[in-house]
């Protein structure tokens, strides 16, 4: 089945320690988010690839960084975690950005990344 | 202040009822709104989407509601499940490709 893998599903890290995220999928779709929630919180959007073309939320950390090698594969980079960083990481992607497009926006979600800083 | 407005936080009901989750928006130009539901752990999966021009979508047992005037949605679970124990999002997206999540609702069921 098409879908969106995300590795590893708990990640444990120290205070500081780099870690990444990643996020395969399978639907050849055009545009991969990434989204931090936290506990009862709605996701919040850090960043998102349109093809190659990045495009950082404004108020996302430089410690959050993101790469996309070719269009099956993204990675998040957190650089120094800090406690605050703790929070399940949500990887999506759509077939395209353009909401005029009728639900060819519609986001498909990985299972997500839990990240626990020591 | 948050655009999109869910309610209640939390919900707890017995296996067999029925229940119904609110989202009201601010968000504008709006396009579509989309209800997801995320189970504990996991990541959020689509149950319906809704643009402008549809007052109702069914999924199953689930049926959710647009008032584009008011700008009001709700979500509609009938005869509950223990595996609709889940969080429920709402979605808005404008025009400018702006998504904005709700904080979601939690619903529990009991048996």
């Not at chain 1, 205070?15 to 990444?20: C, E, R, S």
């Not at chain 1, 399940?88 to 839990?114: D, I």
């Not at chain 2, 069914?58 to 700008?71: F, V």
């Amino acid at each position: 089945d098409a879908m969106v893998i995300q590795n590893p599903r708990y990640q444990v890290t120290q205070f500081g320690k780099p870690v990444t995220l990643s996020c395969s999928q399978t639907l050849n779709h055009n545009v991969m988010y990434w989204y931090q929630q936290k506990s009862s919180q709605a996701p919040k959007l850090l960043f998102h690839y349109y093809d190659k073309d990045f495009n950082n939320e404004a108020d996302t950390p430089d410690n959050f960084q993101s790469r996309r090698p070719n269009t099956s594969f993204c990675f998040l980079d957190i650089r120094s975690p800090g406690l605050g960083d703790a929070a399940m990481y949500l990887c999506a992607t759509s077939r395209t950005r353009l909401a005029g497009a009728g639900g060819a926006n519609v986001l498909t979600f990985g299972a997500g990344s839990r990240l626990t800083v020591l | 202040k948050n655009q999109v407005e869910q309610s209640p936080q939390s919900l707890i009901i017995l296996e067999g009822k029925n229940c119904t989750l609110q989202c009201n928006y601010t968000v504008s130009p709006f396009s579509n709104l989309r209800w997801y539901k995320q189970d504990t752990g996991r990541g959020p999966v689509s149950l319906t989407i809704m643009t402008f021009s549809e007052n109702t979508k069914s999924n199953g047992r689930y049926t959710a509601t647009l008032d584009a005037d008011t700008k009001q949605s709700s979500l509609h679970i009938t005869a509950s499940q223990l595996s609709d124990s889940a969080s429920y999002i709402c979605v808005v997206t404008t025009y400018n490709n702006d998504m904005r999540f709700g904080a979601g609702t939690r619903l529990t069921v009991k048996p």
